[in-house]
């Protein structure tokens, strides 16, 4: 293979957003260090759109190569492993706590690089997933900074809370590497029929956004996970 094909695998329009994927997750970790926490979980949502619309692509255009799931993964490490966690280190950062504490929160880093090489891995995740995926995990940490800026649903009273903090932290690291079944939001065809589960879901979490708003974000992600621990109780 000539050299010039090599890069064309390499520079294609996949890879060229799962690294907008990783430099909003770069960018998103500055600010977050910078005390915007507000704009830093803005680049959660960036890198989401960013990641979702590579695999779009990727299938359409039929650009597959081995070079883009390695390079998926690497990016999704800094914006829905690390962004997240530093977002936690920051929150803590605002409790009364020893310094050293805080640190903690870096643990939700490590746990969701064990859960990305365990998907590289892990045949079984071709069509659901096996534990919290990496981008649900950091779209509920993206949602504490809107709540607690915006008062939602009283969280300033609550949320800066060092036990609650570090709970949900520890709680969402372990369901990076949990054995749950979760489902994923892919389509074979779009009828009804073998879809019934998605679209009650996306009916819910609509319902869910005009009702709560920004507050719906968390309860979305806590009602994916409690309908994927349901289903793989029943089954």
């Given at each position: ?55 779009f692509t990727a299938r359409l255009l039929k650009q597959f190569s081995p070079i883009g799931g390695e ?165």
């Amino acid at each position: 293979m000539s050299d010039n094909a090599s890069k064309l695998k390499i520079f294609n329009i996949p890879n060229t957003l799962t690294c907008l994927n990783l430099l909003s997750g770069c960018v998103g970790i500055v600010l977050a260090f910078q005390g915007n926490l507000l704009w830093a979980a803005g680049m959660i949502w960036s890198g989401a759109i960013f990641d979702f619309f590579d695999g779009f692509t990727a299938r359409l255009l039929k650009q597959f190569s081995p070079i883009g799931g390695e390079l998926d993964s690497l990016a999704d490490m800094v914006t829905f492993g690390v962004l997240p966690a530093v977002l936690y280190f920051q929150l803590l950062g605002q409790c009364e706590l020893p310094e050293y504490v805080p640190y903690f929160a870096f643990i939700m880093a490590a746990f969701s690089a064990l859960r990305l090489a365990k998907f590289n891995v892990d045949d079984r995740q071709t069509t659901s997933f096996i534990g919290l995926p990496t981008p649900a995990n950091a779209i509920f940490a993206s949602a504490l900074p809107f709540m607690l800026a915006h008062n939602i649903l009283g969280a300033e009273n609550w949320l800066l809370n060092p036990y609650l903090l570090l709970g949900l932290n520890f709680a969402f690291s372990l369901l990076l590497t949990s054995e749950i079944p979760m489902f994923a939001l892919k389509f074979k065809t779009y009828g009804w029929k073998g879809n019934e589960l998605i679209y009650s879901f996306i009916i819910l979490a609509a319902a869910s956004i005009f009702i709560l708003n920004v507050a719906s974000v968390p309860f979305i992600i806590l009602l994916y996970i409690l309908i994927s621990f349901v289903r793989a109780y029943r089954s």
